[in-house]
């Protein structure tokens, strides 16, 4: 059984940083790209960063460019969000997602096949 578990989220005061964790069991996905996305209370989950398979390649959101970091370590099975300079509207819930069959990154979340529960992270001014 495939498993994406978050951990990292929490509460934090503006400017600060968290680092989100996404640790696969069930399966490797080496060879998956992967990537967060989130949800703000009474909005749409939005796209907020992709790595490829092998890490060679990111993407992100005008939003977090440049504020935030995708990694990968494909030896633990496992991805990260490096969240800098954090501001109030980066609160949501925070969710992992894999590409089971794909490459490479992509910002469409129809097209990832397994999803974390997610991680809240909650930014105070």
């Known amino acids: 059984q495939v498993q994406l578990i978050e951990s990292g989220g929490g509460l934090v005061q503006a400017g600060g940083s968290l680092r989100l964790s996404c640790a696969a069991s069930g399966r490797t996905f080496s060879n998956s790209a992967m990537g967060w996305f989130r949800q703000a209370p009474g909005k749409e989950r939005e796209f907020v960063a992709s790595?490829?398979?092998?890490?060679?390649?990111?993407d992100y959101a005008d939003s977090v460019k440049g504020r935030f970091t995708i990694s990968r370590d494909n030896v633990k099975n496992t991805m990260y969000l490096q969240m800098n300079s954090l501001k109030p509207e980066d609160t949501a819930v925070y969710y992992c997602?894999?590409?089971?069959?794909?490459?490479?990154?992509?910002?469409?979340?129809?097209?990832?096949?397994?999803w974390g529960q997610g991680t809240q992270v909650t930014v105070s001014s």
């Open positions: 997602a894999v590409r089971a069959r794909a490459f490479a990154i992509s910002k469409n979340q129809n097209q990832y096949n397994y």
């Open positions: 790595i490829n398979w092998s890490g060679g390649s990111t």
